[in-house]
């Protein structure tokens, strides 16, 4: 059964003039024009009979398709970023991620750039840089994720090893398209309480006590 991918490899070797190719792609427009024509997206009266015309009917097919892939995978990484926002939790000085839905915005991005925004102050990091960093991780588990001032840091532990990367954020976002996580203000320190002094009865009883 012919695919999209099929007929767009066809196209690629008929430009490279190998031999049999052009052949092979006016048989499936002979034999399957339905089948082709859906493919391509359009209806079948609308199939070019000629090759050429044909040819430039599927490349347009090819960048639609990869648009639509292209939209359908930033909706998702966008939606595991909103949960990776809600899942966050604020500590004294740094915020704690989920690991899982940080591994899934990793594995589900092809390209572009995590920027994580607190209250403004952004840094990012390249999410190819991040997908190389988990293919020559793979056997180790990450116990602790933490977005802590200029750094992400991720703590783990292998079968014979345990230990943390620092990656530094940077300003700015150089590679699209940008994922952002934003956070609140982490929690701010307690103040210090003031020793208490004294009060206007603990001053009564004790005059009262020397004048006994």
Known sequence: MVTLSQLDHLVRLTERDVQGAAEQLASYRQDEPGKVARLL????????AGSEELVDQIRSARRRSRSSRARQQAAKVTSLARRLEETALAEADNFVLDTGTFLDLVTSAATGTLVFDVEGRNGSIDIRFLRR???ACKGTVI????LR???LVIHYTAARARGFYRLLLHPG???DPVFVVQLGLLPEPPAAVAPRGPSIWEHLLDAVGRAA
């Open 41 to 48: 997206g359009i209806p079948v009266e609308e199939l070019a």
């Open 133 to 135: 960093l988990a293919r």
């Open 143 to 146: 116990q602790r994720l933490e």
């Open 149 to 151: 001032g200029t750094f």
């Open 173 to 175: 976002a150089p590679n």
